[in-house]
């Protein structure tokens, strides 16, 4: 089974993968971007994802409505193989944001720009 916190009160779904849990690093970093978008924890479905088959990270995305969906390195779904990181994208009403994975983005200045530039164009 797939691990997720938040209660998608604002239908944003965030996919990650982390091997054991989120670092309380990435979680910091996780909730500071949702803070950015005006979403608290509760308002968006937070995913591990970490092993999960294409087939369970669709699954997932067909269970829980989502009008947005953020995705940290993960790919493993037919609507994220085709985008380019911090390309924002958009089908059906969906809009779809592709970053590297949360410690990278933490670590590095300009993909972190690069992110809060894609969240602003989608979430204006």
């Not at 005006?38 to 995913?47: G, I, Q, T, W, Y």
């Not at 829980?64 to 790919?75: A, E, G």
Request: with cysteine; proline share 5%; glycine share 4%.
């Amino acid at each position: 089974p797939i691990v997720t916190f938040g209660e998608n009160l604002k239908h944003c779904i965030v996919l990650f993968s982390a091997e054991n849990k989120i670092s309380p690093e990435s979680k910091d970093l996780l909730f500071k971007i949702l803070a950015a978008i005006k979403r608290s924890p509760k308002d968006a479905l937070m995913a591990n994802v970490y092993g999960c088959s294409q087939e369970q990270v669709e699954a997932l995305l067909s269970e829980h409505n989502h009008k947005h969906l953020i995705s940290f390195d993960i790919r493993n779904a037919s609507v994220l193989s085709p985008l380019s990181p911090y390309e924002p994208a958009s089908s059906k009403g969906k809009h779809y944001i592709l970053s590297n994975g949360l410690e990278e983005v933490a670590t590095d200045i300009n993909k972190k720009k690069a992110l809060w530039q894609a969240l602003q164009k989608v979430f204006h």
